[in-house]
C-alpha cells in the first residue's frame, strides 16, 4: 500500500500480532482440550495454524505454532494418561478409563497390547501418527501398569513427531494456494480424510472377509 496513509500503515502493521496474540493461546487450549477429550480434531486445528502461520512468511511464527502444539498434546497426553492410571490404581475405577475404554474396541486393544510388548516404548511415538491409534496405545499402556515416567518418555518424543506432522501438513496446503483460507480449506479437508481412511478401511475389510466367509 504504497500511497496508505501512515495511519492505515500502521493499524495493518498491528493487524499480525493481535491475531497471534489471540491465536496462540486458542491453539494451546484446543489441543490440550482434544488431547483430553478426544472429540476436537487436533490434527485440523495445528495444520489450520500452520497455513496461518506460514502467509505471516515468518519463521518464528511456524516455530511458535511447532512449540505450542507439541507441549499442548504431551500435557494433555500426561493428564489423561494420569487420569487413567488413578482408576486402574483404584479398586472401582473411575469415569476417565471408563471413557478410554468405550472408545476402544476389543479388537483394538489386543492388537495395541501385542503392539507394545514387542515394541514398548517406539509404539507411542507410531500411535500418535495413526489415525485413531493414540488411545488404543494409552489404554493397553494403562492396563500394562506402565510407570507414568515411562510413558512421558515415550510421549514427548511422540508428540514432537505429531505437531511437526501435521505442521507440514499445514505448509503444504499454504505453498499450493496463494490465499489462507484456501489452504485452511485443503488442510482440513486432508486432515479429515486421514482421520477417517483407517475406519473406513478397516469396515471394508471386516464387510469383505465376512463375504467371503458366507
Known amino acids: 500500500m504504497p500511497n496508505a496513509p501512515p495511519e492505515l500503515l500502521a493499524a495493518a502493521r498491528d493487524v499480525a500480532p493481535a491475531q497471534q496474540a489471540v491465536g ?6 484446543l489441543v490440550l482440550v482434544g488431547s483430553l477429550v478426544p472429540v476436537v480434531p487436533t490434527g485440523a486445528v495445528v495444520s489450520s495454524a500452520a497455513v496461518v502461520a506460514f502467509h505471516h512468511e515468518a519463521a518464528y511464527a511456524l516455530l511458535l505454532v511447532f512449540g505450542t502444539a507439541a507441549i499442548a498434546a504431551f500435557l494433555g497426553d ?8 488413578r482408576g486402574v490404581r483404584s479398586r472401582n475405577g473411575s469415569r476417565w ?7 476402544v474396541a476389543p479388537g483394538q486393544l489386543a492388537h495395541a497390547q501385542r503392539r507394545l510388548e514387542q515394541h514398548r516404548i517406539s509404539v507411542l511415538v507410531l500411535s500418535r501418527l495413526l489415525p485413531a491409534g493414540r488411545i488404543p496405545v494409552m489404554l493397553a ?3 500394562a501398569r506402565m510407570p507414568l515416567r515411562t510413558f512421558v518418555r515415550g510421549n514427548f518424543p511422540a508428540c514432537l513427531a505429531w505437531a511437526a506432522t501435521y505442521q507440514l501438513i499445514g505448509i503444504l496446503g499454504g505453498s499450493l494456494f496463494p490465499e489462507p ?11 479429515v480424510l486421514i482421520s477417517v481412511a ?3 478401511w478397516r469396515r471394508l475389510r471386516g464387510h469383505g472377509g465376512q463375504g467371503r466367509g458366507a
Open 24 to 29: 496462540y493461546p486458542s491453539l494451546f487450549l
Open 78 to 85: 500426561v493428564a489423561l494418561y494420569w487420569l487413567g492410571g
Open 97 to 103: 478409563l471408563d471413557r478410554l475404554r468405550d472408545r
Open 141 to 143: 499402556c494403562l492396563l
Open 181 to 191: 483460507w484456501q489452504g485452511v480449506a485443503a488442510a482440513v479437508a486432508l486432515t
Open 198 to 200: 483407517p475406519p473406513v
